[in-house]
């Protein structure tokens, strides 16, 4: 249980792809509308789990990490285990949605 943390293009590396844990990261941008809705919900899976990672990568201060990913679309909520992007989800939804998307429900 814990706090969402903050990824950057020179961390995510090591917190994201090297991790024990699997990772839930949040790609997402301050001017997007449905990413701040998502935002509390994103917390509240942080501070509910203590199975799983949750971070957030600013699209705009890492692209290359969306480029990477093809990642079109925000928000956009990967699944990270064993450094592969297993799952993900598309778009703003209630966190039922979200968790069933990536197999945590």
């Not at 903050?6 to 995510?12: A, M």
């Not at 199975?51 to 956009?76: L, M, R, S, T």
């Not at 285990?81 to 990536?102: C, S, T």
Request: glycine fraction near 12%; charged fraction near 20%; hydrophobic fraction near 45%.
């Amino acid at each position: 249980m814990g706090d969402v943390i903050e990824i950057t293009s020179d961390t995510f590396q090591g917190l994201v792809l090297e991790s024990e844990q699997p990772v839930l990261v949040d790609f997402w941008a301050p001017w997007c509308g449905p990413c701040r809705m998502i935002g509390p919900v994103i917390e509240e899976i942080a501070n509910d789990r203590d199975d799983i990672v949750v971070a957030k990568v600013n699209v705009d201060e890492a692209p290359d990490i969306a480029q990477a990913y093809g990642i079109q679309g925000i928000p956009f909520i990967g699944l990270f285990e064993g450094g592969q992007l297993v799952k993900h989800a598309v778009g703003a939804m209630p966190r039922a949605g979200i968790e069933q998307a990536l197999g945590l429900a």
